[in-house]
């Protein structure tokens, strides 16, 4: 992995550098850079470069250290198919299994001199007479032809604005900012939040900490994880034996896909409501006690908001030590989190377990398109992109996992695979016909656009009852989830068309 010269070149006095030209940029290295930089590889597109803020690669799995982090989904779908993963150690892996993945990958598909970390993208403009994109980086400056936004969804972590949290004299960190150095065994923890970050990690701090405070806002739905180590006679067999491997990777694939029936389409609340039943056993098996289980139990339909799994959720609210707070958070003083009855709670330290900045995010203020138009601008009524990878004014760019492209019932990584194949088709078909631009029509996203939103209202993200992330909060509209199946996704993105685009030839 290469890091480029820094930052305060310029400053220093030096001659700005001139820029590397390459014929794809490709912003950000987690799941889905490093797979556009692997396809891309293997469809013969060898000049590329891809630029990563942090200093390693990795996403998700990097930055969601917290102590408990890891998938939930079956591991057989949370791997590129075109470089399986047939030795995850446990159904669900964790983090760190998926970011030893996501390294193997780039030294498998030779990705490490094509990186450069410690670069984060401050500016990528759109030139209108070069036909190419400039893209300014701390000290340094690329050019490309092509432009792959694969920065996350969900990356830019949510701080709540609780006054007074400025004020607090402990350690205050996000689940996805967690602080390795932190001691908090035997102290007072306040955990604020109750999502899927949460109910992973509450249950490690109870463990140690000598106090928890778990603040809720509203309960989740919580099902039973189904989570069991892999022996080593199982992973072997899926090294040896392909077919098994796929087999088994087929038979999650549908599996997931049917659990969409909970979610949309016209049955979706009789079997949301048969699965609700279901958590509402696992809730009280767990939790005898009435007035406990009371608070924890949701007030909106199962799948309105991300469906938990968890077996040891419940039972940490029980143990001795361990507080359900669910009066809101009034303010934060330098030791203490005091809620609105005025209760103050004394803290040593502060875990935000308080989510993403989904709808408006913050690399969409860096992003130009045609006549200096900005992509926040753009989305200023909420995120869209036409099959949720292009936009219209933003010639030459591709988004990935981008908006709509959220699952509630299954594995990101297929909606991706899908993702990546159409940019590819679209990058061989420009190569083959000699074409130097496209950009979408905005009449093409609109149609797209309606046509998702119709969907999405027969759906529980919007029918549920609940105000949860998947909601841009200025229009109340679902630009984070996509309403359908995998399926009817890759069909949809199967070949890249250039009927309801505007393409430019080469020569000019
Ligand atoms: C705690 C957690 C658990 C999850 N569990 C699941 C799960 O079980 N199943 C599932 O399908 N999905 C899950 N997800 C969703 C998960 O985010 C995706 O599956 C996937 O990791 C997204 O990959 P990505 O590459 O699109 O985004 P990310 O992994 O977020 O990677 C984006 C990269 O872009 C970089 N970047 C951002 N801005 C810039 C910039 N300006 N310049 C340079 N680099 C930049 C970031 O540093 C980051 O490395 C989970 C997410 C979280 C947060």
Redesign the pocket.
């Known amino acids: 992995m290469n890091t480029p010269p820094g930052p305060g070149a310029e400053e220093r006095g030096h001659a700005t550098p001139p820029a590397e030209e390459h014929h794809v940029v490709i912003?950000?290295?987690?799941?889905?850079?490093l797979g556009a930089a692997i396809r891309l590889r293997q469809a013969g597109i060898e000049d590329f470069v891809v630029?990563?803020?942090?200093h390693d690669i990795?996403?998700?799995?990097?930055d969601?250290r917290y102590p408990g982090?890891a998938?939930?989904?079956p591991g057989h779908l949370?791997a590129y198919s075109f470089a399986p993963a047939p030795s995850w150690r446990s159904t669900l892996p964790t983090a760190q299994e998926i970011h030893g993945y996501l390294r193997r990958c780039v030294s498998d598909f030779g990705l490490g001199r094509r990186l450069r970390v410690n670069?984060?993208?401050r500016e990528a403009r759109w030139d209108e007479t070069e036909g190419r994109w400039h893209v300014r980086t701390d000290g340094h400056r690329y050019l490309s032809r092509f432009l792959v936004m694969?920065?996350?969804?969900?990356?830019e972590p949510h701080v709540p604005e609780l006054p007074g949290l400025s004020t607090f004299r402990g350690p205050a960190f996000h689940t996805?900012r967690w602080d390795a150095t932190c001691a908090w065994a035997g102290k007072r923890v306040a955990l604020i939040g109750t999502g899927?970050?949460a109910v992973q990690c509450a249950p490690r701090l109870a463990a140690s900490a000598g106090a928890l405070d778990v603040y809720q806002r509203s309960p989740a739905w919580v099902l039973p994880r189904l989570r069991r180590p892999v022996p080593a006679v199982e992973r072997s067999a899926y090294r040896h034996i392909p077919h098994l491997r796929r087999l088994a990777r087929t038979g999650v694939y549908w599996l997931r896909e049917s659990w969409l029936l909970c979610f949309a389409g016209p049955a979706h609340r009789w079997f949301g409501t048969a699965v609700a039943a279901l958590a509402g056993l696992h809730l009280r098996r767990q939790v005898p006690e009435a007035e406990l289980r009371r608070r924890l139990t949701p007030s909106y339909r199962l799948g309105c908001k991300r469906v938990l799994l968890s077996n040891d959720y419940y039972p940490t609210l029980r143990r001795a030590g361990v507080r359900l707070v669910t009066d809101s958070i009034a303010e934060i003083t330098a030791d203490s989190v005091v809620t609105r009855d005025g209760t103050a709670r004394p803290a040593d330290v502060i875990v935000l377990a308080t989510g993403?900045t989904v709808d408006e995010p913050a690399?969409a203020h860096?992003v130009t398109g045609r006549a200096g138009r900005c992509l926040s601008d753009a989305w200023s009524g909420g995120m869209a992109a036409d099959r949720n990878i292009m936009v219209p004014g933003f010639p030459n760019m591709f988004l990935?996992?981008g908006p709509n492209s959220g699952?509630g019932h299954t594995?990101?990584?297929l909606l991706l695979e899908a993702q990546l194949d159409y940019v590819v088709d679209c990058l061989t078909q420009l190569a083959r016909r000699r074409l130097a631009e496209v950009d979408v029509l905005p009449e093409t996203l609109e149609a797209f656009s309606d046509r998702l939103q119709r969907h999405m209202r027969r759906t529980v993200w919007v029918r549920g009852g609940c105000h949860s992330w998947y909601l841009d909060s200025r229009t109340g509209s679902n630009t984070a989830v996509w309403p359908r199946s995998v399926r009817s996704y890759r069909r949809l993105t199967r070949h890249f068309r250039t009927d309801g685009h505007r393409v430019r030839a080469e020569d000019r």
């Open positions: 912003i950000g290295a987690g799941l889905s850079g630029l990563e803020r942090s990795g996403g998700t799995w990097r969601n982090a998938c939930d989904v949370y670069n984060e993208v694969a920065t996350g969804l969900l990356s996805a899927a970050s993403f690399v860096r990935l996992l699952l594995s990101l990584t």
